[in-house]
Structures are given as C-alpha cells and as structure tokens.
C-alpha cells in the first residue's frame, strides 16, 4: 500500500515558467514532509520541508504548500530553469520528523530550454 | 568535509548469491539508514542504524540484513539473491536520529545488477 503517492511520473515544462509537482499521502499519521531532488548517478538532495503546522514554506525559488484536509502536498519552482530537471521525491515522516522517511515513487521534472 | 561514500557502485551477481554492500557517513554522523530504489517502487526504507544498534527496519524479507559498527560505517547483506533485488541501494547519514532529516545527506548508491 503506497502511503506516499506521486501521480505524475513526469511532468515537462519551458524554462521560466512555474513548475508544479504534487504529493498525496494516505496516513494521517505524518506530520513532516520533506522534497528531495535526485540527479542521476547522485543520491537524493533534501531541497525543502514543511512540518504540519504550516501551510506553506518557502526558500527561494522553491515553495512547499501543504493541504492537510486533503492529505496533499505540492512543489511550486518559480521560475523553472533547466538545471532544475531532476527527478524529485516527496517524503513523508511522523512524530515530528523522528520516525523513518516514506517516499513516494518520484516525478520526472524536464525543464526545456 | 567529505560526503558519505558507499562501495562498490556498481555490482554484478546472480541468483542465489549473497553480497555486501558498504557505507562510510559523514565524519561525525551516527545514524546511518539504507534505501532500497527500484523503478516499480521508488524509494524504501531497509533500515537504520544509530550507535551499533537497529533503531527502525521497513518491510523486507531476513535477507536482508545489516549493521553497524563502532566508527559508525555500516554495512548491508542481501542473501540468496533474487531477480527482483536489482535495485540501487542507498545509504544517508545523519548526526542523529532526532538530528532533522533537513540534515540527512545520502550517498550516491551502490546500483546491484542480479542475473
């Protein structure tokens, strides 16, 4: 049973536009949630969290918004530039971030010139 | 200050054999933890490791096993290799366990080719 789910295996953008990735989790449990970015042939990078007591945190280009009522969490990158293209993982935790990370299966970003 | 490193990174073996895959963290982290990414299923959760001892383990068969030793660097076994363990193993470090997983940092992985 995937409790972290990304729906969209890839999602291609234009540079310069606003990327938006989404997360779904199913355990009312998790209360942390982290985006992660993988290059390939690297391992994952942590890019941004936001604990449940928030709804949105943002970090530059990057901003985490989170809908606990619909259990849904997105990633908006603004403005999409190439070397954003990765593949990014949505992870999910609960007490407070102490307990093991759930991933979803990860979402194809291509940013095109 | 150097990354977490895991060897070998690329391995090749066949079924029914075992294999060893190791991780050295970041200088001064004790919590180690292992993922196993697989295109079907993304990235799991094996297990994780913080001052020698297994503090969390995910849904895997006994096959797979670990542990982790006085300087922190840990190693993973999979025995009785199947088809389906071709997987990328990744291993991250953390200060520790209740250190923030912001400060989590994962190795490049050890990519397992099973025939």
């Known amino acids: 049973d995937q409790q972290v789910k990304q729906n969209s295996p890839s999602l291609s953008v234009q540079e310069g536009r606003i990327s938006i990735l989404n997360c779904d989790y199913t355990n009312s449990m998790f209360d942390y949630f982290l985006w992660y970015k993988k290059y390939p042939a690297e391992g994952p990078t942590f890019l941004i969290s936001?604990?449940?007591?928030?709804d949105k945190n943002e970090d530059g280009r990057f901003t985490v918004f989170l809908n606990k009522s619909a259990k849904h969490l997105s990633l908006h990158i603004v403005p999409s530039q190439p070397g954003d293209s990765a593949v990014y993982f949505c992870a999910a935790s609960a007490q407070g971030g102490s307990e093991k990370l759930v991933f979803g299966k990860g979402t194809k970003l291509t940013v095109n010139p | 200050k150097a990354g977490v490193t895991q060897t070998p990174r690329y391995l090749i073996k066949t079924r029914g054999q075992q294999v060893t895959l190791s991780c050295s963290p970041i200088?001064?982290?004790?919590?180690v933890s292992w993922y196993q990414q697989t295109p079907g299923q993304g990235l799991q959760f094996l297990f994780e490791?913080?001052?020698?001892?297994?503090?969390n383990k995910g849904n895997f068969p006994g096959r797979f096993s670990g542990r982790q030793f006085s300087n922190s660097r840990s190693e993973m076994n999979v025995s009785t290799l199947e088809l389906g363990d071709s997987a990328l193993y990744l291993c991250?470090?953390?200060?520790?366990?209740?250190?923030?997983?912001?400060?989590?940092?994962f190795g490049p992985g050890t990519r397992l080719l099973v025939l």
């Open positions: 200088s001064g982290h004790r919590s």
């Open positions: 991250a470090s953390s200060l520790s366990p209740r250190g923030g997983l912001e400060t989590q940092y």
């Open positions: 490791y913080f001052s020698e001892t297994q503090r």
């Open positions: 936001i604990s449940s007591i928030k």
